[in-house]
Nanobody
Framework: QLQASGGGSVRTGDSLRLACAAS????????MGWFQQAPGKEREFVAS????????TYAGSVKGRFTISRDYAKNTVYLQMNSLKPEDTAVYYC????????????????WGQGTLVTVSS
C-alpha cells in the first residue's frame, strides 16, 4: 500500500511537505514518484527518486522549488514543496514503479490515494 499525506490549503509562497509511506508489494519497486492532477487535466509527472541510488528527476515546472527525498528506515518518500504557486493546486499522488517507469503515468504500477494541495493567491 501507499499512504500519502501532508496536503492542505496554503497561500502563494508557502511551503508544504508531502509524505508517502510504502508497505507490502509496493515497497519492492525500484522507483517512487509524485504526480499531480488538477481538475479537468491529466495526471502529470512531478518528481521521482530511485529507491537504491537516490537518483532524482523533476518536471521543469517544479525544478528548483520541489525536492523529493527518501527515508529508508521509515519506508517513506517525501516531497518538499517550496515557493508554492496557485498553478501547483492539484491532487498529488504517489506511485511506485519498476525500471520501466517514465514520466508517463501509465508506466507506473501502484498508486496511493492522493492528497489535495490548494494554493491561493
Amino acid at each position: 500500500q501507499l499512504q500519502a499525506s501532508g496536503g492542505g490549503s496554503v497561500r502563494t509562497g508557502d511551503s508544504l511537505r508531502l509524505a508517502c509511506a510504502a508497505s507490502g508489494r509496493t515497497f519492492s519497486r525500484s522507483i517512487m514518484g509524485w504526480f499531480q492532477q488538477a481538475p479537468g487535466k491529466e495526471r502529470e509527472f512531478v518528481a521521482s527518486i530511485t529507491w537504491s541510488g537516490g537518483i532524482t528527476t523533476y518536471a521543469g515546472s517544479v525544478k528548483g522549488r520541489f525536492t523529493i527525498s527518501r527515508d529508508y528506515a521509515k519506508n517513506t518518500v517525501y516531497l518538499q514543496m517550496n515557493s508554492l504557486k496557485p498553478e501547483d493546486t492539484a491532487v498529488y499522488y504517489c506511485a511506485t514503479g519498476s525500471t520501466r517507469a517514465t514520466t508517463r503515468a501509465t508506466t507506473w504500477d501502484y498508486w496511493g490515494q492522493g492528497t489535495l494541495v490548494t494554493v491561493s493567491s
